[in-house]
């Protein structure tokens, strides 16, 4: 079968707004804020410049039983949390292992798991350090251990493209759902680093927000008086399969995933292009793979950050597709509400657009205070409708590496 249409049949998502899919996403339609002050000693100990970040709502350690939980670092039991979630949302698929395949993200890996064991080794010596820190580590530890428990045999392949991550995750199983390497795939990112060296690294080069006295209000995309980016943690999961194979088996569908662009900046290690050329190009393949044109979009979630750079930056790329049109397409902020949440944004936002479309509705964008001219963006702090119709709407991912991914969605 040339091009099979594939579709989202499963969600799942830890975040912090909600530990579920459902629960996050009425909290992001409420307005709600993950953001809250971090109550940890190491915060006042290493004298932080920011004392606040978007912690997941719910610990994956006390949804897991404790000897898996145990055995796998923060972001991957947040990781199987989430699957665990989206593959009983899917409806248990029953697949040949063979045709069963993890197109899983990362941006960082296990960071806490490899912090805390240098701590062991500088205070108590080698034979303190656990024989598990490597396989715990390691940025692949997520597809690993989900393949391991779902019997996903096909393959188990890990990108780590920075906050561009997971959206490129999703990207790469539609493709090797096209090309027939699967039949069903747990596509999807996690992230767990809120950690005093991530706090002070991005503090450093001035990338945070640095509202301490207003956590809730610190994130604040497109707005004029934004100072920079909330970090957030959490993961998020789509199972996507070929049409064919849902209806087979009788799934429920929420949309369809119908293009994806992954391109390159090669202009700065940390700075997107301000004329956003490669972001552009991404969207332009996106919609190329969809067989659709920048007219059929009728929603965008941008990666809107909240920092003063990258926002405007953003706007211009859109503007390189989409011309004049695209104040008049809603757009949708979500880290105003979640934070950023690294390599598990992508697909967290891929969810909340999934959703937009099944429920016809862009969801609000809290905190917009007075909106940039910069940042001309058709963007409400309330929900807007999106109206009757087909729908096709577009999830936009940027990170440090020049990392351009782009997923588009259409209605069903």
């Known amino acids: 079968m040339s091009n099979p249409r594939i579709v989202v049949t499963g969600i799942g998502a830890s975040s912090p707004i909600g530990g579920t899919a459902p629960e996050s996403w009425s909290a992001l339609l409420a307005g709600a804020s993950g953001a809250r002050t971090l109550e940890y000693d190491w915060v006042e100990q290493y004298n932080l410049p920011v004392t606040f970040a978007a912690q997941a709502a719910v610990r994956p350690d006390t949804v897991l039983e404790r000897p898996v939980a145990k055995r796998l670092d923060p972001s991957s039991q947040f990781a199987l949390v989430a699957a665990l979630e989206a593959w009983a949302d899917a409806g248990s698929p029953e697949v040949d292992p063979e045709r069963l395949g993890v197109d899983f993200a990362t941006g960082i890996g296990g960071l806490w798991t490899l912090l805390d064991a240098w701590d062991m080794l500088r205070e108590k010596g080698p034979r303190r350090v656990l024989p598990m820190t490597v396989p715990m580590l390691m940025p692949n530890a997520a597809a690993g251990n989900l393949s391991l428990h779902f019997g996903a045999r096909a393959y188990a392949r890990t990108v780590a493209s920075a906050c561009a991550s997971s959206t490129e995750s999703i990207v790469n199983a539609v493709e090797h759902l096209r ?96 004329e956003g050329w490669g972001a552009a190009r991404a969207v332009k393949m996106a919609l190329e793979m969809a067989d659709a044109s920048p007219d059929d979009v009728t929603h965008i979630n941008a990666h809107a950050t909240s920092t003063p750079v990258g926002d405007p930056n953003e706007y211009v ?96």
């Open 179 to 274: 090309a027939g390497l699967a039949d069903v795939v747990i596509a999807g990112g996690t992230e767990s680093v809120i950690h005093p060296v991530t706090i002070a690294s991005f503090s450093s080069m001035q990338a945070l927000s640095k509202r301490n006295d207003s956590p809730e209000t610190a994130s604040r995309p497109g707005s004029i008086d934004r100072d920079g980016f909330v970090m957030g943690e959490g993961a998020a999961v789509l199972i996507l399969e070929t049409e064919e194979h849902a209806k087979a088996r009788g799934a429920k569908i929420y949309a369809a995933v119908v293009g994806g662009g992954v391109t390159a900046d090669s202009y700065h290690i940390t700075a997107n292009d301000p």
């Open 317 to 412: 790329a859109l503007h390189h597709v989409f011309g004049d049109r695209i104040g008049e397409i809603p757009v949708s902020a979500t880290k105003a509400s979640t934070g950023h949440l690294l390599g598990g944004t992508g697909a967290l936002e891929a969810i909340f657009t999934v959703l937009a479309l099944r429920d016809r509705v862009a969801p609000p964008t809290i905190n917009l205070t007075e909106q940039d001219p910069a940042v001309p963006f058709l963007i409400s702090g309330d929900p807007q409708p999106l109206g009757d119709g087909p729908q096709l709407a577009i999830s936009n991912s940027f990170g440090f590496g020049g990392h351009n991914a782009v997923a588009a969605f259409a209605s069903v």
